[in-house]
């Protein structure tokens, strides 16, 4: 006698003793918050021979259990499981219930064929349906790739972000902006460079709906999006056949994309600020934005290398003690916070006409090493680089020795008046075609398209530029650029004790020698070791 099984559509909380059979259509991993190497969930898409689609759970307390059970595109009977309510922002499924596995829940893999339940579930919705559509879900649409609109890298929470700005052409000519991130950035330029000469036809499933200044578009999702890229399914097949005529081709979107990250850099180095030697920049009267071309000579490390900010944002915090406990104070989310390290790197640069010194934030330096200070610090600690000495500065800030950068730097009415030779750098680059066309141009002080003054505390400088340059104007700790310069030009920072406050890394107790950011009795200078 045939097994029954209940249809996933039908699935609510009073139903008991439920056996599905479905297929895992979409199946991704959740990282740990505070640490992306750890797995803190299993999440899927399910889907049955009737069309019914659930979205399936296992939490953190079950996942060595399942970890290597479960394979996208395999069907499975599926058993004794719970049944919770589908909530969330962006929901990959409209089932109002979604499935949790519990400590009893039984999963057996079984042979279905593609006729009976299809391996991709696709729901593809028209361009013009998605501004009457819930964007709390989210959707799947396919299209042809008839333009790279923009292309931008910058950094978010201390992390290093891609995005690249598409457009999607679908049969009826209507067009679609759809912003892939990341991992999906990724996955496309490097589909376009190692297909050259061919028309790109993309399906991709499971995006957000994003309205931007009342025009509907879509965006990759953190975990779940699938993006098929013109892969061998009968959806893009079919849809290649009808779509006909010619087009722009993969080998043209590579150009695209180089022009729009060549166009980017040139505009910040080489055609919106004076270009000036490190000897000019100690010499000037008045505030600007300039660059320069100088190798980093060595690391000053008396104010130390990092600063304690919030979480969601670089605003420095400030420490209080509350009935024994230091608790730290966030002005902007008006509340306490549980801080982070942030880069705040003090180094000398030169050139052949001098040297002088310049600091480096958080943003900037993430952009270069392609590491949170969090993550360095702690990778330090784990070495045993436990004293605040020397031997304590992080191998992988010392990799930017003797390294030449083209830095974008900012003379502050603050290093005017108070004849401060700390400039901050809101922008920094080593590559090495901006570089030499930067040495090519003739007359160091040569300005093109002067870039308006800008007041460097204000949080509209990020925000307010052009979107297609937005990439390269960082303004670093921006709430309190002229804060820290003062407090680097007269104070030495306050020393923090992170042995009364509780801090702790992944591998224990962190002492406030281990998490200390300041050493304010000595000059400490960094260079590297000659072979």
């Given at each position: 006698m045939a097994k029954s099984f209940t249809p996933i559509h039908t699935i609510n909380p009073s139903i008991e003793?439920?056996?599905?059979?479905?297929?895992?259509?979409?199946?991704?991993?959740?990282?740990?918050?505070?640490n992306p190497s750890e797995t803190?969930?299993?999440?899927?898409?399910?889907?049955?021979?009737?069309?019914?689609?659930?979205q399936a759970s296992i939490k953190k307390s079950f996942i060595s259990k399942w970890r290597n059970v479960f394979l996208e595109g395999q069907a499975y009977n599926i058993s004794y499981f719970g049944v919770g309510?589908?909530?969330?922002?962006?929901?990959?499924?409209?089932?109002?219930?979604?499935?949790?596995?519990?400590?009893?829940?039984?999963?057996?893999?079984?042979?279905?064929?593609?006729?009976?339940?299809?391996?991709?579930?696709f729901d593809f919705k028209s361009y013009e349906a998605l501004k009457d559509l819930d964007n709390t879900v989210l959707i799947d649409c396919i299209?042809?790739?008839?333009?790279?609109?923009?292309?931008?890298?910058?950094?978010?929470?201390?992390?290093?972000?891609?995005m690249l700005n598409i457009q999607l052409e679908d049969l009826?000519?209507?067009?679609?902006?759809?912003?892939?991130?990341?991992?999906?950035a990724d996955q496309l330029t490097e589909y376009l460079s190692n297909h050259p000469n061919c028309q790109v036809f993309i399906a991709i499933q499971y995006a957000k709906i994003k309205t931007f200044h009342g025009v509907v578009g879509i965006s990759s999702s953190l975990f779940v999006t699938g993006l098929h890229i013109n892969s061998e399914i009968a959806e893009i097949n079919d849809f290649k056949k009808r779509f006909g005529g010619e087009g722009k081709t993969s080998s043209e979107m590579v150009e695209q994309?180089?022009?729009?990250?060549?166009?980017?850099?040139?505009?910040e180095f080489l055609k919106k600020s004076e270009r000036k030697h490190v000897d000019e920049i100690l010499e000037m009267q008045e505030v600007c934005n300039c660059v320069t071309l100088a190798t980093i000579d060595s690391i000053e490390l008396e104010n130390g290398w990092f600063y304690l900010a919030c979480k969601k944002d670089y605003k420095k915090v400030q420490d209080q003690k509350i009935d024994e406990l230091?608790?730290?104070?966030?002005?902007?989310?008006?509340?306490?916070?549980?801080?982070?390290?942030?880069?705040?790197?003090?180094?000398?640069?030169m050139d052949e006409s001098g040297s002088a010194s310049f600091v480096i934030f958080d943003r900037e330096v993430v952009q270069i090493l392609g590491k949170s200070a969090l993550h360095i610090r702690e990778c330090q600690i784990k070495d045993g680089n436990k004293d605040d000495n020397d031997d304590s500065v992080p191998k992988d800030l010392k990799e930017l020795l003797d390294q030449k950068f083209l830095f974008k730097v900012k003379v502050t009415d603050y290093n005017l008046k108070q004849s401060c030779p700390l400039f901050t750098v809101t922008k920094m680059s080593d590559d090495v075609d901006l570089i030499k066309t930067f040495q090519d141009v003739e007359g160091p002080n040569e300005v093109i398209e002067h870039e308006e003054q800008l007041d460097v505390t204000s949080k509209s400088v990020n925000h307010c530029k052009n979107t297609n340059t937005k990439k390269n104007v960082l303004n670093n700790d921006n709430e309190n650029m002229d804060d820290n310069c003062e407090e680097l030009c007269i104070t030495p920072n306050h020393k923090r004790s992170f042995e009364e406050l509780g801090w702790t890394s992944s591998e224990g107790h962190i002492t406030s020698s281990e998490f200390s950011t300041n050493k304010t009795q000595r000059k400490i200078v960094v260079k590297k070791e000659k072979d």
């Open positions: 003793n439920i056996t599905v059979q479905a297929r895992v259509i979409r199946l991704w991993t959740v990282p740990a918050f505070n803190n969930a299993i999440e899927m898409v399910l889907l049955d021979a009737e069309g019914g689609k659930i309510k589908n909530a969330g922002d962006y929901k990959p499924t409209m089932h109002p219930y979604k499935i949790n596995f519990r400590m009893f829940t039984q999963a057996q893999a079984v042979e279905v064929v593609a006729s009976t339940i299809p391996m991709d579930g299209g042809y790739l008839s333009e790279i609109l923009s292309t931008d890298q910058f950094i978010r929470d201390g992390n290093p972000q891609k009826q000519k209507n067009f679609l902006s759809c912003t892939l991130w990341n991992q999906y994309i180089s022009s729009h990250i060549s166009q980017k850099n040139e505009n230091t608790k730290f104070w966030c002005e902007k989310c008006n509340n306490y916070v549980e801080p982070v390290p942030r880069f705040k790197l003090q180094v000398r640069v």
